[in-house]
């Protein structure tokens, strides 16, 4: 039986074998997580809420542990990861406040005390997600998923099934049925049977676009909704009149970050030209400071990419894009000594002929782009196969409304940079993917809207 493999992004040394199931045995979670939503879709919502307190709670308890597991597994640094594990505790508190709402019964307009909508769980759902955030990708699909009525099966990437693991024991700790949250460590190849049972009633996934769509066609297939949150490349729109401190400080966040591996990251960095010598200056000096090394070392600011290989296709990237006229301002080419290091690095002069401006760049890279003025910088923005997020920076906030709506992606943001907050779904159009997460619209995607017609005759 072939297994997981998780390897020290830091030190290139292998941390553990995680065996993967074989059909038996994942067929046999599926069926534990069906049992399970038999009888937590009859459960009182008052449970489930305390279920989700109950984890909070947990979650805090076990924060190092968590934490530690994170660093050791993907290579972000301690600090993002102690944040990641609190920014799940609040989730849990959020849903746990606001959720009942989201779900009551809800009057058919014209038609009160005769006609209602009510939001029925659908099953078990599968839910394929990713690396990059071990915790919080599956939590924010899990725990709207879970107080809605259904079950969950969590497939993890391969290499973070640690991760997964101690979530999965998180959530028993807080009290949670067993089969509700199920971990299934599957092959790839594996997935395809999980999709084609009828006990998943529904696939959530973030992935990359070759993956889900791969997904999404074999849920397709079985007429099976899905929701997807795949790749992006997201602008951060700076127009001439915006503060400029502010926004290179929300710039080099809003790239670097999690060493770059981030789906909603600012991707492209379009300046309008009256501002781009100045825009540039200070944004190579505030990255050019950032420290690369140790994600243990609380100096370090950004830690190693997840993967080797994921660093070598970040460098033939760089690579790529320099040949076809880019100018290399800062950084490319990787670290040397063990594990994945790539330098800060960022690059000029980028034009949308460029890989850099074509290819989501999933690692420590920003792509400077100039336009010559605003209206070339909502065209440049929504050049992409992408649609995810975007941000778009201005001292005129009602002139920065109006491009706002000529975005096409799932969210923009004004005067700062893209966030996952419950209080408002994410998710994207075009090659980015489709359906939401968070806010009310994430806990309804995988609900039965219900017609309830009372006919009083």
């Known amino acids: 039986?072939?297994?997981?493999?998780?390897?020290?992004?830091?030190?290139?040394?292998?941390?553990?074998?995680?065996?993967?199931?074989?059909?038996?045995?994942?067929?046999?979670?599926?069926?534990?997580?069906?049992?399970?939503?038999?009888?937590?879709?009859?459960?009182?919502?008052?449970?489930?809420?305390?279920?989700l307190t109950s984890?909070?709670?947990?979650?805090?308890?076990?924060?190092?542990?968590?934490?530690?597991?994170?660093?050791?597994?993907?290579?972000?640094?301690?600090?993002?990861?102690?944040?990641?594990?609190?920014?799940?505790?609040?989730l849990c508190e959020w849903y746990a406040e606001h959720g009942p709402a989201m779900l009551a019964d809800e009057p058919a307009p014209g038609l009160e005390g005769k006609a209602w909508i009510a939001y029925r769980p659908l099953g078990t759902v599968l839910a394929v997600m990713p690396w990059n955030f071990p915790l919080w990708q599956a939590m924010r699909n899990a725990v709207p998923i879970l107080l809605s009525g259904n079950a969950y099966l969590l497939k993890p990437a391969p290499s973070v099934v640690g991760s997964a693991t101690e979530l999965a024991e998180a959530w028993r700790a807080a009290g949670l049925p067993e089969g509700l949250f199920e971990l299934v460590n599957v092959e790839p190849g594996q997935v395809g049977m999980l999709i084609d049972d009828p006990r998943v009633r529904a696939v959530a996934?973030?992935?990359?676009?070759?993956?889900?769509?791969?997904?999404?066609?074999?849920?397709?297939?079985?007429?099976?909704?899905?929701?997807?949150?795949?790749?992006?490349?997201?602008?951060?729109?700076?127009?001439?009149?915006?503060?400029?401190?502010?926004?290179?400080?929300?710039?080099?966040?809003a790239r670097f970050a999690n060493a770059g591996q981030v789906c909603v990251a600012a991707k492209r960095i379009i300046v309008e030209a009256a501002l781009m010598p100045a825009f540039r200056e200070r944004f190579l000096a505030r990255a050019g400071a950032l420290k690369v090394g140790d994600p243990r070392d609380p100096a370090t600011d950004i830690g190693p990419m997840a993967r080797r290989d994921l660093r070598d296709e970040l460098h033939g990237q760089v690579e790529k894009s320099v040949a076809?006229?880019?100018?290399?301002?800062?950084?490319?080419?990787?670290?040397?000594?063990?594990?994945?290091?790539?330098?800060?690095?960022?690059?000029?002069?980028?034009?949308?002929?460029?890989?850099?401006?074509?290819?989501?760049?999933?690692?420590?890279?920003?792509?400077?782009?100039?336009?010559?003025?605003?209206?070339?910088?909502?065209?440049?923005?929504?050049?992409?196969?992408?649609?995810?997020?975007?941000?778009?920076?201005?001292?005129?906030?009602?002139?920065?409304?109006?491009?706002?709506?000529?975005?096409e992606?799932?969210?923009?943001?004004?005067?700062?940079?893209?966030?996952?907050?419950?209080?408002?779904?994410?998710?994207?159009?075009?090659?980015?993917?489709y359906g939401r997460e968070l806010s009310h619209f994430g806990i309804r995607e995988f609900c039965n809207p219900q017609t309830v017609w009372l006919d009083r005759r």
């Not at 076990?62 to 594990?85: F, I, P, Q, S």
């Not at 923009?412 to 090659?431: A, L, Y």
Request: aromatic fraction near 4%; proline fraction near 5%; charge should be negative.
């Open 55 to 90: 984890m909070a709670a947990q979650l805090r308890q076990r924060a190092d542990r968590l934490a530690d597991t994170m660093v050791a597994e993907m290579g972000k640094t301690l600090r993002e990861a102690h944040a990641e594990v609190e920014k799940c505790a609040r």
């Open 205 to 253: 996934v973030t992935a990359s676009v070759r993956a889900g769509s791969q997904i999404a066609a074999r849920a397709g297939a079985a007429l099976k909704k899905s929701v997807l949150e795949l790749g992006g490349s997201d602008p951060f729109v700076v127009l001439a009149d915006a503060d400029l401190d502010a926004a290179v400080e929300a710039a080099v966040q």
């Open 1 to 51: 039986m072939t297994a997981a493999v998780s390897i020290d992004p830091h030190t290139g040394q292998p941390i553990a074998d995680h065996p993967y199931l074989d059909d038996r045995a994942a067929l046999a979670r599926l069926a534990a997580a069906d049992r399970a939503f038999v009888a937590w879709r009859e459960t009182p919502l008052e449970r489930r809420v305390t279920a």
């Open 324 to 407: 076809q006229g880019a100018r290399l301002l800062l950084g490319g080419e990787p670290l040397p000594g063990p594990g994945n290091h790539y330098p800060v690095t960022v690059l000029d002069g980028v034009t949308p002929a460029m890989t850099a401006f074509e290819e989501e760049t999933f690692g420590p890279l920003a792509a400077l782009i100039e336009a010559r003025d605003a209206e070339h910088a909502i065209e440049l923005a929504n050049d992409s196969r992408f649609g995810l997020s975007g941000a778009l920076w201005s001292a005129d906030v009602e002139r920065a409304k109006r491009l706002a709506a000529r975005f």
């Open 409 to 433: 992606s799932g969210g923009v943001f004004i005067n700062g940079s893209t966030t996952s907050d419950p209080r408002v779904p994410i998710g994207g159009v075009k090659m980015s993917g």
